[in-house]
C-alpha cells in the first residue's frame, strides 16, 4: 500500500535571490513537488531548477575581462555541474524528468548577454541528448524593465511558468524557451 | 472562449479542457455532425458548449460566431485561433491559387480572428483577455513541400508580436501569444499522410522526447497561455514539438 507521505515527484531549486528562489519553492510545492535541500544528497530526483545569477549590469566596456570569465565561466560551470547531478538522480529513478533553467533577459544587452545564450544552447544539446530517456531540459527567460504590458516581471510570474514548464502539463515540450517578459522582446 | 477549428484534433482537446475548467465555449468549425459531437461530449461531461458553422476567412461568419458567443455565452474572455488548412506540395508544383487559399484560410482567418476577438474582448471588458494563435514548428523553420504552410505560419509569428503589443496598450489589455507544435497527430496529419500506426512511430523515433505529440498535450500549453499563469507572457513563441526544433 502506498504511503501518502512520500510526495510523487521531488525537485531541487539552485540558485536566485530568496525571493525568486522561494516564489520557485512555493510554486512547485503547490503543484506536490517535496523540495530537496540540494543536489549532493539528491539520490533520486524529478525536477532541477536552476536559476542563473544575472551578473553584472555594465555595458562591454566597463567589466574587467577577469571578472567577465569569472562571471560567466562560474555561472555555466555551476548550471553545467547542476544539470549532470541531476540527471545522475533522475536515471537513478529511471523516471524521466525535467530540468528548468531560468536566465534573465536583461543580460541580453549588456557584458553578461553570453551567459544567458550559453545556457539556451546548453539547453538545447541537453534536449536532443536526454530526450530518448524521457528528461526534458527548457529554459525560462524572465524580462525585467519597461515592458509593453506596463509593469515589471514578478517572482511569482516567473515561478508559475517554471512550474508549468517542469510539470507533466509540458510534457511534450523540451529544448524550448518560455520567455516571460511582458512583451518586450516582441518589440 | 472561442475555440476555431474545435470540430477535430487541438481544437476539439482544447475545447473539452477549457470547458472543463469552466469556460462556456463557442465550437467554431466546418463539419456540423462533428460540431454537435464535440458539444455533446462536452455536456457530458457538464459542461457548456455551442457550436457555431464557420469558414474563418469570411469576416461575417466571425461576425456571426461572436454574436453568439456574445448572446448565448454572456461575453469573449479569449479567443484560440487554431483553425487551419495544411497542404504539402513542392514549391514549383504549388499553383498561386493553392497560395492563396492557404493564406485565406491560415493568415486571413487568424487576422479576423484576433481583430474581431480584440473587439468583443473589450466590450466584455472582464479583464485577463488573452488571445492563442495555433502556428506551428513549421513557423519557424523549413520544411521541404511545404512552402506555402510554412509562408502562413510565419505571416501568424508577426501578426501576434504586432497584435500582443497593441494588446497590451489596451484597457484592460489583452494577450497574444503563438504556439508551435511539432507533429501531433490528427485529423491534419493523418489526412494528408495517411493514419497508419507505423507512421506514427517513425513520427515518434524522429522526436527527440521519442513520442508523438497528442492534441491533449496542445490544449494543456494553450490553457497556460490563456489563465493567469502566463498573466506577463505577451508576445512570444512557444514550442512544443517534442525537442524536434531544438537539433
Same mark, same amino acid.
Given at each position: 500500500?502506498?504511503?501518502?507521505?512520500?510526495?510523487?515527484?521531488?525537485?531541487?531549486?539552485?540558485?536566485?535571490? !530568496?525571493?525568486?528562489?522561494?516564489?520557485?519553492?512555493?510554486?512547485?510545492?503547490?503543484?506536490?513537488?517535496?523540495?530537496?535541500?540540494?543536489?549532493?544528497?539528491?539520490?533520486?530526483?524529478?525536477?532541477?531548477?536552476?536559476?542563473?545569477? !544575472?551578473?553584472?549590469?555594465?555595458?562591454?566596456?566597463?567589466?574587467?575581462?577577469?571578472?567577465?570569465?569569472?562571471?560567466?565561466?562560474?555561472?555555466?560551470?555551476?548550471?553545467?555541474?547542476?544539470?549532470?547531478?541531476?540527471?545522475?538522480?533522475?536515471?537513478?529513478?529511471? !523516471?524521466? &524528468?525535467?530540468?528548468?533553467?531560468?536566465?534573465?533577459?536583461?543580460?541580453?544587452?549588456?557584458?553578461?548577454?553570453?551567459?544567458?545564450?550559453?545556457?539556451?544552447?546548453?539547453?538545447?544539446?541537453?534536449?536532443?541528448?536526454?530526450?530518448?530517456?524521457?528528461?526534458?531540459?527548457?529554459?525560462?527567460?524572465?524580462?525585467?524593465?519597461?515592458?509593453?504590458?506596463?509593469?515589471?516581471?514578478?517572482?511569482?510570474?516567473?515561478?508559475?511558468?517554471?512550474?508549468?514548464?517542469?510539470?507533466?502539463?509540458?510534457?511534450?515540450?523540451?529544448?524550448?524557451?518560455?520567455?516571460?517578459?511582458? &512583451?518586450?522582446?516582441?518589440? | 472562449?472561442?475555440?476555431?477549428? /474545435?470540430?477535430?484534433?487541438?481544437?476539439?482537446?482544447?475545447?473539452?479542457?477549457?470547458?472543463? +475548467?469552466?469556460?462556456?465555449?463557442?465550437?467554431?468549425?466546418?463539419?456540423?455532425?462533428?460540431?454537435? /459531437?464535440?458539444?455533446? +461530449?462536452?455536456?457530458?461531461?457538464?459542461?457548456?458548449?455551442?457550436?457555431?458553422?464557420?469558414?474563418?476567412?469570411?469576416?461575417?461568419?466571425?461576425? @456571426?460566431?461572436?454574436?453568439?458567443? +456574445?448572446?448565448?455565452?454572456?461575453?469573449?474572455? #479569449?479567443?484560440?485561433?487554431?483553425?487551419?488548412?495544411?497542404?504539402?506540395?513542392?514549391?514549383?508544383?504549388?499553383?498561386?491559387?493553392?497560395?492563396?487559399?492557404?493564406?485565406?484560410?491560415?493568415?486571413?482567418?487568424?487576422?479576423? #480572428?484576433?481583430?474581431?476577438?480584440?473587439?468583443?474582448?473589450?466590450?466584455?471588458?472582464?479583464?485577463?483577455?488573452? %488571445?492563442?494563435?495555433?502556428?506551428?514548428?513549421? *513557423?519557424?523553420?523549413?520544411?521541404?513541400?511545404?512552402?506555402?504552410?510554412? /509562408?502562413?505560419? *510565419?505571416?501568424?509569428?508577426? $501578426?501576434?508580436?504586432?497584435?500582443?503589443?497593441? #494588446?497590451?496598450?489596451?484597457?484592460?489589455?489583452?494577450?497574444?501569444?503563438?504556439?508551435?507544435?511539432?507533429?501531433?497527430? @490528427?485529423?491534419?496529419?493523418?489526412?494528408?499522410?495517411?493514419?497508419?500506426?507505423?507512421?506514427?512511430?517513425?513520427?515518434?523515433?524522429?522526436?527527440?522526447?521519442?513520442? %508523438? *505529440?497528442?492534441?491533449?498535450?496542445?490544449?494543456?500549453?494553450?490553457?497556460?497561455? $490563456?489563465?493567469?499563469?502566463?498573466?506577463?507572457?505577451? *508576445?512570444? +513563441?512557444?514550442?512544443?514539438?517534442?525537442?524536434?526544433? /531544438?537539433?
Amino acid at each position: 500500500m502506498p504511503d501518502a507521505a512520500i510526495p510523487r515527484l521531488s525537485g531541487v531549486v539552485i540558485g536566485g535571490d !530568496a525571493a525568486l528562489a522561494g516564489a520557485v519553492r512555493d510554486a512547485l510545492g503547490a503543484d506536490g513537488v517535496q523540495i530537496l535541500g540540494g543536489l549532493p544528497g539528491a539520490r533520486q530526483l524529478d525536477i532541477l531548477v536552476f536559476i542563473a545569477a !544575472a551578473g553584472v549590469a555594465e555595458g562591454v566596456t566597463g567589466v574587467s575581462v577577469a571578472a567577465f570569465s569569472d562571471g560567466l565561466g562560474g555561472e555555466l560551470g555551476s548550471a553545467f555541474l547542476s544539470l549532470q547531478l541531476a540527471v545522475a538522480a533522475m536515471r537513478a529513478k529511471g !523516471a524521466g &524528468g525535467s530540468v528548468v533553467f531560468v536566465a534573465p533577459t536583461s543580460a541580453g544587452r549588456r557584458a553578461f548577454g553570453p551567459l544567458q545564450q550559453g545556457l539556451r544552447l546548453m539547453t538545447k544539446a541537453a534536449a536532443l541528448e536526454l530526450g530518448p530517456e524521457g528528461i526534458r531540459v527548457n529554459i525560462v527567460l524572465p524580462g525585467d524593465g519597461d515592458a509593453p504590458l506596463g509593469r515589471s516581471c514578478t517572482p511569482d510570474d516567473v515561478a508559475a511558468s517554471v512550474a508549468f514548464v517542469a510539470s507533466d502539463r509540458a510534457r511534450f515540450m523540451t529544448g524550448a524557451d518560455l520567455v516571460v517578459d511582458g &512583451g518586450r522582446a516582441a518589440r | 472562449m472561442i475555440v476555431t477549428g /474545435a470540430t477535430k484534433g487541438i481544437g476539439r482537446e482544447t475545447a473539452r479542457l477549457l470547458a472543463r +475548467e469552466g469556460a462556456r465555449v463557442a465550437c467554431t468549425g466546418r463539419d456540423r455532425a462533428d460540431g454537435a /459531437a464535440v458539444v455533446a +461530449e462536452i455536456a457530458a461531461e457538464d459542461g457548456a458548449a455551442i457550436f457555431v458553422p464557420h469558414d474563418i476567412s469570411s469576416e461575417a461568419d466571425w461576425r @456571426t460566431v461572436i454574436g453568439r458567443a +456574445e448572446a448565448e455565452l454572456g461575453g469573449v474572455h #479569449g479567443v484560440v485561433n487554431n483553425a487551419g488548412a495544411f497542404m504539402v506540395k513542392p514549391l514549383t508544383e504549388t499553383t498561386a491559387p493553392d497560395f492563396q487559399y492557404l493564406f485565406d484560410i491560415n493568415v486571413r482567418g487568424a487576422f479576423l #480572428g484576433v481583430k474581431l476577438g480584440f473587439e468583443a474582448i473589450a466590450r466584455h471588458g472582464a479583464g485577463n483577455g488573452a %488571445i492563442v494563435m495555433v502556428s506551428s514548428l513549421m *513557423g519557424q523553420v523549413g520544411f521541404p513541400g511545404a512552402t506555402a504552410y510554412c /509562408a502562413t505560419k *510565419g505571416a501568424m509569428t508577426g $501578426l501576434t508580436k504586432t497584435a500582443a503589443i497593441e #494588446g497590451a496598450a489596451m484597457s484592460p489589455p489583452i494577450r497574444v501569444n503563438s504556439l508551435h507544435p511539432g507533429v501531433i497527430w @490528427t485529423p491534419m496529419i493523418t489526412g494528408q499522410f495517411g493514419d497508419d500506426p507505423a507512421l506514427a512511430d517513425a513520427f515518434a523515433a524522429d522526436t527527440p522526447l521519442r513520442m %508523438i *505529440g497528442l492534441p491533449s498535450y496542445m490544449a494543456d500549453a494553450i490553457l497556460f497561455l $490563456l489563465g493567469d499563469e502566463s498573466a506577463h507572457v505577451t *508576445g512570444i +513563441e512557444l514550442t512544443v514539438d517534442g525537442g524536434r526544433g /531544438a537539433d
